[in-house]
């Protein structure tokens, strides 16, 4: 197999993409998938390009970039040393992170979220889809024809990220 112009070759009948890297697989000598014969994780760079348990994990350093599809936690640990995620929010533990769909950034600051309610809303009949933004009591969808607020732009992409950022105001 030939890749196209531009991109690189893994091996194994896989090509990369400009900036991505080839997925952690290995080829028999055959040439063919090796390992259990699966295919490769899916490429990403957002968490939306992911199933709906899965986040993107790039391959180079915990923030941004090109990664592949790899599950979310489904147990965490209590402790909250707390942590900065790459969304800039502050989470309980670096798995918490994870459930929600995030990396971990060491070299950010994050403020500690704040249990008072998000002054995001969705004004009007429309569809279209703001966010997750925090009511004082859970995590709510902000919908309408436009976002009405102070906070519309800090609104929550996934229900899971505003649950776990904040886990402990509940």
Known sequence: MRCEEGQRCCGCGLCAAPGQACPPVGCDDGGALGGDGGLPRAFCVSN????PDERCVPEEGSCGGAGTC????????ESCPGVCGCDGVRYCNACVAEQAGQGVDPAASCEPVSCEAMDATGEGLCGAFFGYAWDGEACAPVNGCSCVGADC???FEELGACEAAHRSCA
């Open 70 to 77: 790899l599950p979310r936690p489904s147990e965490c640990e």
């Open 48 to 51: 939306a390009e992911c199933g």
């Open 153 to 155: 732009e800090a609104t």
